[in-house]
Nanobody, 122 residues
Framework: QVQLVESGGGLVQAGGSLRLSCAAS????????VGWFRQAPGKEREFVGA????????EYADSVKGRFAISRDMAKNTVALQMNSLKPEDTAVYYC???????????????WGQGTQVTVSS
């Protein structure tokens, strides 16, 4: 099927920017909508945003709206999460996943990647 791999995480100061990438291996995943989630220690995994199959439609959680942007590059078979104006509360492991159906719960997604750590210092 499709394997997803996240990359681009790291340490950044509050107010800084970071760009994460979700890459598909094996086959193209342009036929799938893709979402981003994040999970901080001791907290539940939460929805960050998602992008449609064609890349023409995006949606975001209120907590990141206006700061984060999701895009996809069909030629590179990747989905990016551009994170600007980062806050300490953005610190988490970030995951990408394929969207099986409409909705923002974990049950609406699958084929999770391994995750990449994002740490924002104050």
């Amino acid at each position: 099927q499709v394997q997803l791999v996240e990359s681009g995480g790291g340490l950044v100061q509050a107010g800084g920017s970071l760009r994460l990438s979700c890459a598909a291996s094996g086959r193209t995943f342009s036929q799938y909508a893709v979402g981003w989630f994040r999970q901080a220690p001791g907290k539940e995994r939460e929805f960050v945003g998602a992008i449609s199959r064609s890349g023409g439609i995006t949606e975001y959680a209120d907590s990141v709206k206006g700061r984060f942007a999701i895009s996809r590059d069909m030629a590179k078979n990747t989905v990016a999460l551009q994170m600007n104006s980062l806050k300490p509360e953005d610190t988490a492991v970030y995951y990408c996943a394929v969207r099986f159906r409409t909705g923002r719960t974990q049950a609406d997604f699958g084929l999770w990647g391994q995750g990449t750590q994002v740490t924002v210092s104050s």
